[in-house]
């Protein structure tokens, strides 16, 4: 064990302190660090007072960060349920042991610390955690990481080609699509999407003639409102993202239209 693998030798105070006080926990601190866990049963026996007698050993550990796991290499003692997935994150490949319950916002924010994507409403309706899965967009808190082996995510992170920012982000920042920004990465990836779905001829619930569908669709304010209507944005900047989504679908300059109360 070594510091660059964040699980450190323990000093001989520290071997005392748990040999006395936690021996049925000193095989485990010794060979993956000194855990959250083991924190808070500490903290339970000096509550009965018996840690004065080991006061050097304490100070010396509790003044220690605790001992985390490498975020892409936990061991199957360290994941309850674990299942291996495969898969590409903005062009990477990857291959992770996770539960088999963790959602793929979840791993991607914990696991490859991608923090772009935004746990919102953590229930599927607010459209902030929105990722792009094989060209369609998708919930990544309503979706496993288990589900998507195989297959090709597209986070925020990834929109953008290097320093080239995608037409969509430069459109967001043309029309300030945005306030508080949290919910613009789910909004960029959302329109991203929708762009490619345009592109197909894929119809909406406000398409016209969708028994003949045109390929690819121009698209109305309407349409984008529509198809944008799963990303809440809690700031109140639809009409500004629905310009900047117009004005890169059409490929022509669209000017704001302002209606004043009154």
């Known amino acids: 064990m070594n510091q660059e693998n964040e699980n450190p030798d ?12 936690m021996p049925e926990d000193l095989k485990e601190i010794m060979d993956t660090g000194f855990s959250r866990r083991h924190f808070l049963k ?6 009965t007072g018996v840690l004065a007698s080991h006061l050097l050993g304490a100070e010396q550990l509790l003044a220690r960060p605790l001992a985390q796991p490498s975020l892409n290499e936990l061991t199957t003692a360290q994941v309850e349920n674990g299942v291996r997935v495969s898969f590409k994150v903005n062009g990477f490949n990857k291959n992770l ?11 991607v924010r914990e696991r ?7 746990k919102g409403c953590d229930h599927g309706q607010c459209g902030a955690c929105t990722m792009i899965v094989d060209g369609k967009r998708i919930l990544s808190c ?4 288990a589900s998507c082996e195989g297959k090709s995510v597209t986070t925020i992170e990834g929109i953008a080609n290097g320093t080239d920012l995608h037409p969509i982000q ?12 949290y919910c613009t990465p ?28 045109k390929k690819p669709l121009q698209l109305s304010e309407n349409e984008i409102r529509e198809r944008m209507s799963g990303n809440i944005c809690r ?3 639809y009409p500004n993202i629905v310009a900047a989504i117009r004005e890169v679908q059409s490929g022509k300059s669209v000017e704001q239209k302002w209606n004043f109360a009154g």
């Open 10 to 21: 323990l000093t001989e105070d520290e071997k005392k302190l748990f040999k006395d006080l």
């Open 42 to 47: 500490l903290i339970s026996i000096a509550g």
């Open 97 to 107: 042991l996770v539960d088999s319950r963790m959602t793929l916002l979840d791993t």
């Open 112 to 118: 490859m610390e991608l923090t772009g994507a935004k």
């Open 142 to 145: 309503l979706t496993l990481a």
């Open 170 to 181: 430069a459109a967001f920042i043309k029309h300030d699509s945005f306030q508080c920004g």
């Open 186 to 213: 789910g909004q960029i990836c959302s329109a991203v999407a929708l762009l490619a779905e345009a592109k197909n001829g894929e119809v909406s619930y406000v398409t016209d003639q969708v028994n003949v569908p």
């Open 235 to 237: 700031c109140g900047a």
